[in-house]
């Protein structure tokens, strides 16, 4: 079993992914802990010298004029309780992990102020696979704090977790595995559920996908170039350098490795093809920009010390903050589900193309038979109605909130909401995509006289592993789901 060590700097999105769906065991570098002693007695001495420092000894939202002047530890439970109002299906176990290490490498940073053994609780409760039943609708991206209550819940025994594949009360599950309910010590209550660890856990698998799936779309536009005799010149360096955006250069040779050694180099091809063909870098390369812009934002969140209030180790203060707060990343999520629509857009344009009434000697329908075959022509029904869903979860909803806690949260960012909808895109693209390459298989199977390129011929070769070419009209539903559970396919390329 695999690890990541948490030290205040580095967390990829690839070590979320390998903690969430690899149960990697978290590590904690002993710095860590030096830096959590250090913010816990600044924030100590703070309070103790009658600063109010919110969600210790202030009340939260609306009753942050109300003080909280004894019994700290028991206002930290009912802080967390108070917040436990998220409804709606519970968060997938991979996500739920994700979370958790989320926060945790938040905290790794130091500017939380929770006491050192309330973090290690945490840690010990992810790498025990303790993990909370996490309702999924409740933020609104002025930090997930009642989705993140569910966690915190958890660890002081209360609320419903899995372990061990079965649904069980916090507190079994917990001695199920070899724990003890946390207590919580004065603002560990808040320093665990004011953050957006569900918009960065959640977004830094969704990148993961995002990544595995931009592969595969190059994949399948190497397929429809070979299957519509695609004039690869399009794809030439010198193109791409006479508008040097970024990514295209690298998204035109993506493609063009991919059809080395193909015939299409050798034939007689159009001066221009249809823009989905003809455009596919420039497209791709958006999608790859808002990628990295995307990548770039979630892994600058999971290293960063996120909390309000903040506890500065280089000056021993403490100040509230608007840190949690994330525009930022709820604007790349927003810009990443246009571009995968964009890319999608165009696949959906070249199924078209592939299926119609025939281009560059292909058969009507992608039909050996003709006549009365239906063939292909059917599927781009539901080319077009993936097309449509897709469209719809890429419209923006970061401006759709109200103000709540009476006007002193007014403004809010939806990060969890288009962290969510665009993971729900994914599917509807893999989909689409698997129509692709199985129309273009079919397209390159229609046309024996050509010769695919090295990679385009492996691709080609794994769809024809899984299904069969087309000759009598039949369920190609069924075909275009098992492309679609294969994805994403391993070539040289691919990446």
């Keep these: 079993m695999s690890t990541v060590r948490l030290n205040g700097s580095g967390v990829t999105i690839n070590d979320i992914v390998d903690i969430a769906r690899g149960d990697a065991v978290i590590e904690t570098a002993p710095g860590v802990f030096d830096r959590l002693m250090k913010a816990r007695a600044i924030l100590e001495a703070a309070a103790a010298g009658g600063q109010s420092i919110y969600g210790m000894n202030t009340g939260l939202g609306a009753n942050l004029k109300t003080s909280v002047e004894s019994n700290h530890t028991a206002f930290q439970r009912q802080l967390v309780r108070g917040r436990g109002v998220a409804v709606g299906p519970v968060l997938p176990r991979d996500v739920t992990r994700a979370v958790i290490a989320a926060r945790l490498a938040m905290l790794s940073v130091g500017g939380s102020g929770i006491s050192p053994e309330t973090y290690q609780a945490l840690a010990a409760m992810l790498n025990a696979h303790v993990h909370p039943q996490m309702p999924s609708i409740g933020s609104i991206g002025a930090g997930d704090l009642v989705m993140l209550s569910a966690m915190a819940r958890c660890l002081i025994g209360e609320g419903r977790a899995e372990f061990e594949r079965q ?36 977004g830094a698998l969704v990148l993961h996908d995002v990544r595995d799936l931009l592969a595969a779309q190059r994949q399948a536009a190497a397929l429809s170039f070979e299957a519509l005799g695609g004039n690869p010149l399009i794809l030439a360096p010198a193109i791409q350098a006479a508008r040097p955006a970024p990514h295209q250069g690298d998204e035109a040779a993506a493609i063009l490795d991919q059809l080395e050694g193909s015939s299409l180099f050798e034939s007689a091809v159009a001066i221009q093809d249809p823009l989905s063909l003809r455009c596919v870098a420039p497209i791709h390369a958006a999608l790859a920009d808002s990628l990295q812009r995307a990548i770039a934002i979630i892994e600058i969140e999971l290293n960063s010390a996120a909390d309000n209030p903040l506890v500065i180790l280089e000056e021993d203060r403490v100040l509230s903050t608007g840190n949690f707060h994330t525009p930022a990343l709820s604007l790349a999520f927003e810009t990443l589900g246009l571009a995968i629509a964009q890319a999608a857009a165009a696949s959906a344009a070249r199924f078209i193309q592939l299926t119609g009434a025939g281009r560059n000697g292909l058969p009507r329908y992608l039909s050996p038979v003709g006549g009365a075959s239906a063939g292909f022509v059917p599927m781009q029904k539901v080319v077009t109605a993936l097309m449509a869903q897709i469209r719809h979860k890429a419209n923006p909803v970061m401006l759709d909130f109200l103000p709540v806690s009476e006007g002193v949260e007014d403004h809010a960012t939806q990060s969890a909401l288009t962290v969510r909808k665009c993971a729900e895109m994914l599917d509807l693209w893999r989909q689409l995509i698997a129509c692709e390459m199985l129309a273009a298989a079919q397209g390159i199977d229609l046309r024996p006289d050509h010769r695919c390129g090295k990679e385009t011929a492996k691709i080609h070769a794994l769809i024809r592993g899984l299904v069969p070419v087309l000759g009598e009209d039949r369920a190609l539903g069924e075909d275009a789901t098992i492309i679609f559970d294969a994805l994403p396919f391993e070539t040289d390329v691919s990446s």
């Excluded at 079994?172 to 960065?200: E, F, H, M, Q, W």
């Design 167 to 202: 649904i069980l009360d916090a507190a079994d599950a917990l001695k199920r595995a070899g724990l003890t309910p946390a207590s919580l010590r004065p603002k560990d209550g808040i320093s665990l559920i004011n953050a957006s660890a569900v918009s960065v856990g959640d």
